[in-house]
């Protein structure tokens, strides 16, 4: 099975949020509609970052999107660390 994802901006407020709607498409279907609300903050010499995501119908739904993301998020700080071993 194919699956895609579209989003689409909702608001940016540079440096300290951002907010988006997913919808996820699952066999040709549109899923519901979620929304994701990231937020930014300086802490100490780095960057706090808070991540929600609502509008679920299910719970299980809801924790399929957190795996996801927590997968997403520890790449991203793999990343992030990565950059600093190399500067």
Avoid: Y
């Amino acid at each position: 099975m194919v699956f895609q994802q579209s989003a689409m901006v909702l608001e940016v407020d540079r440096p300290q949020l951002l907010r988006f709607s997913v919808v996820w498409i699952e066999g040709g279907r549109a899923g519901p509609e979620t929304e994701v609300r990231v937020t930014f903050r300086a802490d100490g010499a780095g960057t706090r970052l808070n991540f929600v995501q609502g509008g679920f119908a299910e719970v299980a739904e809801r924790d399929g999107h957190s795996q996801g993301w927590r997968e997403c998020l520890d790449r991203l700080a793999a990343a992030v660390d990565a950059a600093k071993v190399r500067a």
